[in-house]
């Protein structure tokens, strides 16, 4: 029987996290210190339906990284993640790093709702299309993005809005969390666990996905990525999987920091494709 409490509770299989996290914060305010960017752009009501808008120099006329950060839908916000639009930055993209509100405060079902808006509003500044990469609980949000009717969100809005994915150690399948501690403020029960999960859904025609995922990680996730591979590659999705040799949960998302890495490289793959 898979004790799923242990193998989602990453803090717990991780004791540094703190150092990561905490690290997180520092490269993201340093990158904040020395890159031109528009702050705290407003996409909703409250003062977390914001993001951070990060243009590739000289320009680029690809489509938009949205980044959406991990905390499983209940910590952290865009303050600790500027520093993932470095290496897109570098490769010519430009990224916008977006906040949602957070459970309990409100449910999962409107911080999918949050998502969805602020992928509609990056595209109306821009006018440019949308590439989403999402860790953790972004990556659960990002495969939602590639799941999503546009057009009865906005009729304007074109169908393929969001067409590609890149997920870092996603959660695709919720349910499993429902008996755990995590979902305490989340507060699913079995049919919104269902009804929120991307495996329960059918991507959009065209759609491609890459989901990587940390070696070093439970089995739980490792399971979590080759199952989304799996079963959208069969409902017509272009997916691939790929895991980080040793990394763990909190140390995955390291190479979006960096020009040329194995995220990076998969990333700019995607937007160009």
Not at 200 to 213: E, I, Y
Not at 240 to 252: L, P, S
Request: some cysteine; overall charge negative.
């Amino acid at each position: 029987m898979v004790d799923y409490e242990v193998e989602y509770n990453n803090r717990a299989r991780v004791p540094e996290h703190p150092v990561h996290i905490a690290a997180w914060a520092s490269d993201a305010a340093t990158y904040r210190a020395i890159t031109p960017h528009e702050a705290g752009i407003s996409y909703g009501p409250s003062a977390k339906e914001a993001y951070d808008f990060f243009p590739a120099a000289g320009g680029s006329g690809g489509p938009v990284i949205l980044f959406i950060h991990g905390g499983y839908w209940q910590a952290l916000d865009r303050a600790f993640f500027s520093h993932m639009a470095k290496g897109p930055n570098a490769s010519g993209l430009s990224v916008a790093v977006m906040s949602y509100g957070l459970c309990p405060e409100i449910s999962m079902a409107t911080i999918v709702d949050q998502v969805r808006a602020c992928a509609l509003a990056v595209w109306r500044k821009t006018g440019r299309k949308i590439v989403a990469a999402g860790h953790s609980a972004g990556g659960h949000l990002t495969a939602m993005l590639l799941a999503t009717d546009w057009r009865a969100l906005d009729p304007a809005a074109p169908a393929d809005l969001v067409s590609a994915g890149l997920s870092i150690s996603g959660l695709f399948e919720l349910e499993p969390l429902v008996g755990t501690s995590i979902n305490t403020p989340l507060k699913m029960d079995i049919a919104e666990a269902r009804r929120l999960s991307p495996l329960s859904l059918k991507p959009n025609a065209g759609t491609r996905h890459t989901a990587f995922v940390g070696g070093a990680e439970s089995a739980e996730y490792l399971r979590q990525s080759r199952t989304i591979t799996d079963i959208w590659g069969k409902a017509g999705c272009k997916t691939a999987y790929a895991e980080i040799a040793g990394a763990n949960h909190f140390t995955v998302i390291a190479g979006f920091a960096e020009a040329r890495s194995e995220l990076t490289d998969a990333l700019v793959a995607l937007a160009s494709a």
